[in-house]
Nanobody, 117 residues
């Protein structure tokens, strides 16, 4: 069935960079939007960035604006999140999400990003 798989997480020092990937498989319909979310223990899942529409319109949470860049490669069925100048508060499990309609909500299992000294 439809599967979203995140990769690229890891441990970095403050100021470092990571590039997350979300590979989509098993889906042949229309994906209206995709997004990255993150969650830390005891906290609500937070929307980080979205990309939608034919033109790839992007939006970012204020906390990551100017540091993170969301993008997609339709030919590879993959979405990316380039994260630069990482801060300790960016530490979280990052999840990939795809929206294809009222009943089309797909989540990945997440990838851990840890920013520490």
């Amino acid at each position: 069935q439809v599967q979203l798989v995140e990769s690229g997480g890891g441990s970095v020092q403050p100021g470092g960079s990571l590039r997350l990937s979300c590979a989509v498989s098993g889906f042949t319909g229309t994906i209206y939007a995709m997004s990255w979310h993150r969650q830390t223990p005891g906290e609500e899942r937070e929307l980080v960035a979205t990309i939608a529409g034919a033109g790839g319109t992007t939006n970012y949470a204020d906390s990551v604006k100017g540091r993170f860049t969301i993008s997609r490669d339709n030919a590879k069925n993959t979405m990316y999140l380039q994260m630069n100048d990482l801060k300790r508060e960016d530490t979280a499990v990052y999840y990939c999400y795809a929206f294809s309609g009222r009943t089309g909500n797909y989540w990945g299992r997440g990838t851990q990003v840890t920013v520490s000294s």
